[in-house]
Protein backbone atom coordinates (compact mmCIF):
# COMPACT_ATOMS: atom_id res chain seq x y z
CA UNK A 1 0.00 0.00 0.00
CA UNK A 2 1.04 3.62 -0.43
CA UNK A 3 -1.33 5.24 2.19
CA UNK A 4 -0.04 7.67 5.13
CA UNK A 5 -2.99 9.13 7.13
CA UNK A 6 -3.10 12.13 9.05
CA UNK A 7 -6.21 13.78 10.47
CA UNK A 8 -6.11 17.22 8.74
CA UNK A 9 -6.51 19.66 11.73
CA UNK A 10 -5.52 19.94 15.51
CA UNK A 11 -6.48 22.93 17.80
CA UNK A 12 -4.62 23.30 21.31
CA UNK A 13 -4.21 25.93 23.90
CA UNK A 14 -0.75 27.62 24.44
CA UNK A 15 0.85 25.75 26.59
CA UNK A 16 -0.70 22.24 26.42
CA UNK A 17 0.69 19.34 24.76
CA UNK A 18 0.06 18.40 21.30
CA UNK A 19 -0.14 15.19 20.00
CA UNK A 20 0.06 14.95 15.94
CA UNK A 21 -1.25 11.24 15.03
CA UNK A 22 0.17 9.68 11.19
CA UNK A 23 -0.60 5.83 10.24
CA UNK A 24 0.98 4.15 7.15
CA UNK A 25 0.50 1.07 5.70
CA UNK A 26 3.79 -0.27 4.00
CA UNK A 27 5.87 -2.92 6.31
CA UNK A 28 9.02 -2.16 4.60
CA UNK A 29 8.89 1.74 5.92
CA UNK A 30 13.25 2.03 6.65
CA UNK A 31 12.84 5.73 8.41
CA UNK A 32 10.10 8.33 9.43
CA UNK A 33 10.44 11.58 9.63
CA UNK A 34 8.53 14.60 11.10
CA UNK A 35 8.26 17.96 8.64
CA UNK A 36 6.93 21.38 9.80
CA UNK A 37 5.40 23.73 7.20
CA UNK A 38 5.33 27.53 8.08
CA UNK A 39 3.38 29.65 6.25
CA UNK A 40 5.24 31.16 3.43
CA UNK A 41 8.12 28.65 3.82
CA UNK A 42 9.48 24.91 3.12
CA UNK A 43 9.16 22.28 4.49
CA UNK A 44 11.94 22.30 7.75
CA UNK A 45 12.76 18.83 9.19
CA UNK A 46 11.97 18.66 12.76
CA UNK A 47 13.29 14.92 13.61
CA UNK A 48 13.17 11.74 12.49
CA UNK A 49 13.60 7.90 14.13
CA UNK A 50 14.75 5.16 12.32
CA UNK A 51 12.06 2.24 12.14
CA UNK A 52 13.56 -0.02 14.73
CA UNK A 53 13.73 2.43 17.51
CA UNK A 54 10.19 3.34 19.04
CA UNK A 55 10.83 6.45 20.92
CA UNK A 56 13.09 9.53 20.37
CA UNK A 57 13.33 12.66 22.64
CA UNK A 58 14.72 16.09 21.37
CA UNK A 59 14.04 18.75 23.93
CA UNK A 60 10.26 19.58 23.26
CA UNK A 61 9.42 16.59 20.96
CA UNK A 62 8.96 13.72 21.79
CA UNK A 63 7.88 10.82 18.64
CA UNK A 64 6.67 7.14 19.42
CA UNK A 65 6.55 4.65 16.92
CA UNK A 66 4.53 1.95 16.92
CA UNK A 67 5.75 -0.09 14.43
CA UNK A 68 3.10 -3.34 14.76
CA UNK A 69 0.36 -0.85 14.46
CA UNK A 70 2.07 0.99 11.65
CA UNK A 71 1.21 4.18 13.87
CA UNK A 72 3.82 7.16 14.24
CA UNK A 73 2.82 10.34 16.61
CA UNK A 74 4.67 13.42 17.08
CA UNK A 75 3.73 15.35 20.90
CA UNK A 76 5.31 18.50 21.14
CA UNK A 77 5.24 19.61 24.99
CA UNK A 78 4.04 23.14 26.33
CA UNK A 79 3.36 24.25 22.83
CA UNK A 80 3.41 27.79 21.52
CA UNK A 81 1.99 30.25 19.41
CA UNK A 82 5.09 29.65 16.83
CA UNK A 83 4.40 26.10 16.84
CA UNK A 84 1.42 27.09 14.64
CA UNK A 85 2.15 25.15 11.21
CA UNK A 86 1.30 22.40 8.89
CA UNK A 87 3.13 19.24 10.39
CA UNK A 88 3.72 16.16 7.61
CA UNK A 89 5.01 12.57 8.87
CA UNK A 90 6.78 10.87 6.04
CA UNK A 91 8.52 7.56 5.22
CA UNK A 92 11.36 5.89 3.24
CA UNK A 93 11.27 2.29 2.39
CA UNK A 94 13.59 -0.34 1.36
CA UNK A 95 13.27 0.06 -2.35
CA UNK A 96 16.22 1.06 -3.13
CA UNK A 97 14.83 4.56 -4.09
CA UNK A 98 15.34 8.01 -1.67
CA UNK A 99 11.97 9.59 -1.98
CA UNK A 100 9.69 10.44 0.21
CA UNK A 101 6.57 9.19 1.04
CA UNK A 102 4.27 12.01 2.98
CA UNK A 103 0.71 12.43 4.70
CA UNK A 104 -1.65 14.90 3.87
CA UNK A 105 -0.43 17.48 6.69
CA UNK A 106 -2.05 17.84 9.80
CA UNK A 107 -2.66 21.80 10.70
CA UNK A 108 -2.08 22.75 14.29
CA UNK A 109 -3.56 25.73 15.68
CA UNK A 110 -2.50 27.06 18.88
CA UNK A 111 -4.74 29.05 20.81
CA UNK A 112 -3.28 31.82 22.77
CA UNK B 1 25.18 29.26 3.20
CA UNK B 2 21.73 30.10 1.21
CA UNK B 3 18.95 27.04 1.09
CA UNK B 4 16.92 26.28 -1.62
CA UNK B 5 15.54 28.65 -3.75
CA UNK B 6 12.69 28.42 -6.42
CA UNK B 7 11.13 30.44 -8.94
CA UNK B 8 8.19 32.13 -9.43
CA UNK B 9 6.86 31.48 -6.15
CA UNK B 10 3.33 32.19 -7.49
CA UNK B 11 2.65 31.20 -11.21
CA UNK B 12 -1.69 31.91 -12.16
CA UNK B 13 -1.57 30.63 -16.44
CA UNK B 14 -4.65 29.33 -18.13
CA UNK B 15 -5.08 25.77 -19.48
CA UNK B 16 -2.91 25.15 -22.40
CA UNK B 17 -0.37 27.43 -21.35
CA UNK B 18 3.04 26.38 -20.82
CA UNK B 19 5.19 27.22 -17.35
CA UNK B 20 8.58 26.46 -16.76
CA UNK B 21 9.47 26.95 -12.59
CA UNK B 22 13.05 26.79 -11.58
CA UNK B 23 14.67 25.39 -8.76
CA UNK B 24 18.56 26.40 -7.43
CA UNK B 25 19.15 23.56 -4.99
CA UNK B 26 22.17 23.82 -1.86
CA UNK B 27 25.48 24.26 -3.75
CA UNK B 28 27.26 20.86 -3.67
CA UNK B 29 24.10 18.72 -3.33
CA UNK B 30 24.13 16.05 -6.33
CA UNK B 31 20.45 14.92 -5.38
CA UNK B 32 17.69 17.17 -6.13
CA UNK B 33 13.92 15.99 -5.87
CA UNK B 34 11.05 17.41 -7.60
CA UNK B 35 7.57 17.13 -5.13
CA UNK B 36 4.03 18.18 -6.06
CA UNK B 37 1.06 18.51 -3.37
CA UNK B 38 -2.56 18.97 -5.33
CA UNK B 39 -5.34 20.84 -3.62
CA UNK B 40 -4.50 20.25 0.27
CA UNK B 41 -3.51 16.09 -0.62
CA UNK B 42 -0.16 14.87 0.16
CA UNK B 43 2.64 15.76 -0.95
CA UNK B 44 3.78 13.31 -3.67
CA UNK B 45 6.98 12.30 -5.46
CA UNK B 46 7.89 13.23 -9.07
CA UNK B 47 11.34 12.68 -10.03
CA UNK B 48 14.73 12.64 -8.01
CA UNK B 49 18.40 13.69 -10.08
CA UNK B 50 21.86 12.59 -9.29
CA UNK B 51 23.45 15.45 -10.74
CA UNK B 52 22.42 15.42 -14.40
CA UNK B 53 20.55 11.85 -14.35
CA UNK B 54 17.04 11.05 -13.71
CA UNK B 55 17.71 8.39 -11.28
CA UNK B 56 13.78 7.77 -10.62
CA UNK B 57 11.25 9.25 -12.30
CA UNK B 58 8.26 7.34 -11.56
CA UNK B 59 6.21 9.51 -10.28
CA UNK B 60 5.72 12.10 -12.87
CA UNK B 61 2.20 12.32 -13.63
CA UNK B 62 2.09 12.23 -18.03
CA UNK B 63 4.30 13.23 -20.49
CA UNK B 64 2.95 16.97 -20.14
CA UNK B 65 5.96 17.26 -17.23
CA UNK B 66 9.64 17.54 -18.39
CA UNK B 67 12.10 18.01 -15.95
CA UNK B 68 15.97 18.86 -17.02
CA UNK B 69 19.15 19.69 -14.79
CA UNK B 70 21.01 20.76 -17.22
CA UNK B 71 24.68 20.78 -15.74
CA UNK B 72 24.00 19.09 -12.62
CA UNK B 73 23.52 22.56 -10.85
CA UNK B 74 19.55 24.08 -11.24
CA UNK B 75 16.71 22.17 -12.30
CA UNK B 76 13.38 23.09 -14.50
CA UNK B 77 9.99 21.57 -14.52
CA UNK B 78 8.17 22.87 -17.41
CA UNK B 79 4.27 21.71 -18.04
CA UNK B 80 3.48 21.60 -21.33
CA UNK B 81 0.31 22.62 -21.97
CA UNK B 82 -1.14 22.63 -18.62
CA UNK B 83 -4.14 21.38 -17.06
CA UNK B 84 -6.68 22.27 -14.82
CA UNK B 85 -5.35 19.80 -12.31
CA UNK B 86 -1.57 20.68 -12.54
CA UNK B 87 -2.92 23.46 -10.09
CA UNK B 88 -0.81 22.68 -6.73
CA UNK B 89 2.52 23.35 -5.04
CA UNK B 90 5.41 22.28 -6.36
CA UNK B 91 8.42 21.60 -4.16
CA UNK B 92 12.12 20.95 -4.93
CA UNK B 93 14.69 19.76 -2.10
CA UNK B 94 18.17 18.76 -2.68
CA UNK B 95 20.42 16.42 -0.41
CA UNK B 96 24.35 15.97 -0.63
CA UNK B 97 24.39 12.09 0.26
CA UNK B 98 22.04 9.33 -1.07
CA UNK B 99 21.35 7.58 1.81
CA UNK B 100 18.09 5.90 3.83
CA UNK B 101 18.90 8.66 6.41
CA UNK B 102 18.19 10.92 3.79
CA UNK B 103 17.37 14.74 5.15
CA UNK B 104 16.35 16.69 2.35
CA UNK B 105 15.79 20.35 2.18
CA UNK B 106 13.28 21.86 0.97
CA UNK B 107 12.71 24.80 -1.53
CA UNK B 108 9.68 27.23 -0.15
CA UNK B 109 8.11 25.74 -3.58
CA UNK B 110 6.06 27.15 -6.47
CA UNK B 111 2.12 27.80 -6.42
CA UNK B 112 1.08 27.31 -9.53
CA UNK B 113 -2.80 27.89 -10.51
CA UNK B 114 -4.09 26.97 -13.80
CA UNK B 115 -7.20 28.66 -14.86
Known amino acids: GEDVEQSLFLSVREGDSSVINCTYT??????LYWYKQEPGAGLQLLTYIFSNMDMKQDQRLTVLLNKKDKHLSLRIADTQTGDSAIYFCAETRQTGANNLFFGTGTRLTVIP | EAGVTQFPSHSVIEKGQTVTLRCDPI?????LYWYRRVMGKEIKFLLHFVKESKQDESGMPNNRFLAERTGGTYSTLKVQPAELEDSGVYFC?????????????FGPGTRLTVT
Open chain 1, 26 to 31: DSSSTY
Open chain 2, 27 to 31: SGHDN
Open chain 2, 93 to 105: ASSQGVSLKNEQY
